[in-house]
């Protein structure tokens, strides 16, 4: 391809991408039965989200559904039918661009284009005289051109890209329910370009990846470790405090999250997960399944060589004043991921993984913090996780930290309702 060619597209994209991108797909539940995530999005303003209970309510509803997921590739959407799980068209009403999409996708797609556009549901989906959403209906313009946009999108990565989601709602809108098309003016004075300085004497990933098990205390102190017992409050984004529970042995992991609703356990054993909330008890789909995989390993960070493959040197960037040194690879399932080590403690501070989509990246960052000394090795007693939907998000604070508990396999079994 051109470099006039790639010109062209680009304009095609940023002219289509101006108009405004909305959700394209519509839930098929009823007012009286509304998804986690439709109720959490049904309220615009603070009166409605106080009717809707309080912030730890909303959280707990939220994680029911909105996992960050992914897809295997980038291929096109009908490529995902071949799966055995229900797609959007068989699990939702009225769902025309996205169909062949695994069903289990979708919220975590909403959710991005949420953020992309710095919009909510109701920006193309439709209110009823009772503030319910009613998802599969066309009233709203905006929803009809987002069909548009997300079909543009995906043809776009196909023609210019080698089906690579080079270009996604983010690339022109970055937070807008319209693009900026015009630069500000007056023009801002751009500096003259320095030459790059050649990095050399970078250590190589296995050394970082090495100084960082040192770090934590070494080989034969981490194998020792077969357990791990932590608690300590959850912090949600969106406000508000909870109690955590947190078990960990092996291929096993249980979150415990006591709100004033009730409890809400994630647990996950082996090539099988479970929800349980006040509402119900229930399997979790292949991709919620990555969700608490993903968590799981977060609060288990001395396994963090087994999942990389193949590591390469990310450069170097500095995390609230710190300098890191950045390793990046891909896990088994495809998905990128990014390892920031601090340079002067040799410590894990940052992991961002990034889940593939039909429209591009989707993130899940990792952030590790308040490193302290359990049986002599170093631990993170806070991990905050940050998404594209502010329910997921929220900062847990560990007060106390055990090695090598007794564990009860109970705790790892599907639960009862």
């Given at each position: 391809m051109t470099k006039e060619t790639f010109k062209r597209l680009m304009l095609v994209a940023s002219s289509g991408m101006a108009l405004v991108f909305s959700f394209a797909t519509d839930h098929a539940t009823s007012a009286d039965s509304l998804t986690p995530s439709a109720t959490l999005h049904s309220a615009s303003t603070p009166d409605a989200d106080a009717a809707n209970g309080n912030e730890a309510h909303l959280w707990a509803a939220f994680i029911q559904q909105a996992q960050p997921t992914a897809t295997p590739t980038a291929a096109p959407v009908a490529a995902a039918s071949q799966t055995t799980a229900p797609t959007a068209e068989q699990k939702y009403k009225n769902i025309q661009v996205l169909k062949g999409l695994p069903a289990a996708q979708l919220p975590a797609l909403m959710h991005l284009f949420s953020t992309s556009l710095g919009v909510r549901c109701d920006h193309c989906h439709v209110r009823n005289a009772n503030n319910e959403m009613e998802w599969d209906k066309d009233d709203k313009p905006d929803k009809k051109t987002a069909r548009k946009m997300i079909q543009m999108t995906i043809d776009l990565n196909k023609a210019a890209f080698n089906n690579r989601t080079e270009v996604s709602c983010y690339t022109c809108h970055q937070g807008h329910d319209h693009p900026l098309s015009i630069p500000p003016l007056p023009a801002a004075i751009v500096p003259a370009e320095m030459p790059r300085p050649a990095l050399t004497g970078m250590p190589a990933p296995e050394q970082i990846l090495e100084q960082y098990v040192q770090a934590v205390g070494g080989k034969e102190a981490i194998a020792k470790v077969t357990s791990r017992h932590l608690k300590g409050q959850y912090l949600p984004q969106r406000g508000g405090q909870v109690a955590v529970d947190v078990l960990l042995a092996g291929d096993k992991f249980s979150s415990t999250v006591t709100t004033p609703q009730g409890v809400i356990q994630?647990?996950?054993?082996?090539?099988?997960?479970?929800?349980?909330?006040?509402?119900?008890?229930?399997?979790?789909?292949?991709?919620?399944?990555?969700?608490?995989?993903?968590?799981?390993?977060?609060?288990?960070?001395?396994?963090?060589?087994?999942?990389?493959?193949?590591?390469?040197?990310?450069?170097?960037?500095?995390?609230?004043?710190?300098?890191?040194?950045?390793?990046?690879?891909?896990?088994?399932?495809?998905?990128?991921?990014?390892?920031?080590?601090?340079?002067?403690?040799?410590?894990?501070?940052?992991?961002?993984?990034?889940?593939?989509?039909?429209?591009?990246?989707?993130?899940?960052?990792?952030?590790?913090?308040?490193?302290?000394?359990?049986?002599?090795?170093?631990?993170?007693?806070?991990?905050?996780?940050?998404?594209?939907?502010?329910?997921?998000?929220?900062?847990?604070?560990?007060?106390?930290?055990?090695?090598?508990?007794?564990?009860?396999?109970?705790?790892?079994?599907?639960?009862?309702?």
């Open positions: 994630r647990i996950l054993n082996g090539t099988k997960g479970w929800l349980l909330d006040p509402k119900e008890g229930r399997e979790l789909d292949s991709e919620e399944l990555i969700t608490v995989r993903d968590m799981a390993e977060a609060f288990d960070t001395l396994k963090l060589k087994e999942p990389f493959p193949k590591m390469t040197f990310g450069g170097k960037d500095k995390i609230n004043e710190r300098e890191v040194v950045i390793l990046r690879g891909a896990l088994p399932d495809k998905r990128r991921v990014r390892l920031f080590f601090d340079t002067a403690s040799g410590l894990l501070l940052r992991k961002v993984i990034y889940n593939n989509t039909i429209v591009g990246p989707d993130p899940v960052q990792f952030d590790f913090d308040d490193y302290q000394a359990v049986d002599g090795i170093k631990v993170p007693f806070t991990v905050r996780i940050s998404y594209t939907e502010p329910g997921f998000s929220g900062t847990r604070k560990f007060t106390e930290i055990k090695h090598n508990v007794a564990v009860d396999e109970t705790k790892f079994a599907m639960p009862k309702k």
